[in-house]
């Protein structure tokens, strides 16, 4: 096989899903799992498939093409201001739940008005921010919100959401505490709002890390992990998946060895992408784990090619070494094709990365 080239175990992959899938059902919970992580239609198709409830999309693209395999709950991940999107968005809510986020009177009043000239009624979720500090707002003036938001007549206040996304900052026995975060922080939410005498229908959160932990909660009933799917390194370190549980990996060649323990790879930033976790993790030294070599660091990448400082009896030129990228999500974002491992039992070569925003080609 040519490299570089993004490779998929389909074994790991599909029991990857079911294990969540099951994990929710023995817990009584949905799942509408991140599209974003592998915005791929034929791995959204799995996912309905094993049972899940919906998809919580982070682009306009990954709602349309959730609607486009008739998915019956949509859940569009951040704010929707941009009148255009808001448009594309009620056309989808003609067909199915479509539930948007927000975290301002802004956000609400022109989802109202929009709506109300369509004629159609969003769902709407309040952000709260658990401690990504990214969007959300504090528990308190989360349900101050949720109280203006009953008020409108074009949209349905269904509860609160956030996304831990802090978790990735941090070391593995400092997970818990964010999954407390997490839970603790909706539930504040929750409280305040029971005071204004209204109730949420679903609370929703979730991150790769933190999902086995929070969904013990008794009041999240809806979770969004998404990197599960392919897992990666960030999750190696955090203690959230093992290396055998990583369905996604970069095949690249040693095509040169400029000096004693310095080797160059035909894989670099186009291929693996530089992040170091989803929101930079200070555990992560390289570029990527080598597989079978724990101790070798992608130290630099380049656009198409990557250094490796290893032990100088670790590689020779021409040897195809295994990546497991940092971050998944960001690789497979990458590419347009995930290509199935040689000894996979499938008829098909690859799997279609189909729902990135400039390759993308469905219509509503
Ligand atoms: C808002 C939101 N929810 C859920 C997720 C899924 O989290 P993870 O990829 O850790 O499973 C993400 C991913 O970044 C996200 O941004």
Redesign the pocket.
Known sequence: MNTPVTLINKTVLTNNISSMQALMNKNSKLLMP?M??HKSTEIAKIQLNTGCFGF?C?TIEECIAAYTINTKNIMY??PVINIDNIKILSKIAQHCNMILRSDSYECVDITQDLARKSGICFGMTVIVDSGLHRFGLDPYKAAKLAEYITKKSNIRFLGFST?P?H??QKTKDQVAEVANDECESLKKAEMEVRKYGIESVYITS????T?KLSVESDLINVF?????VFNDYIQMILGSASEEECALYVSACVISNPEKGIFIIDAGAKCLGLDKG?HGNAAISGYGYVKKHPKAIITSLSEEVGIIHAKQEEFRIGDIVQIIPNHS?ATANLTSRLYFEQNDNTDNEYIKVDIRSNSYSFQI
């Open positions: 991140m974003k992580t919580l982070g991940a951040y996304h996304g978790v990735y979730g991150s790769t890390p999902v969004h992990p998404g990197n599960y989803a999500c």
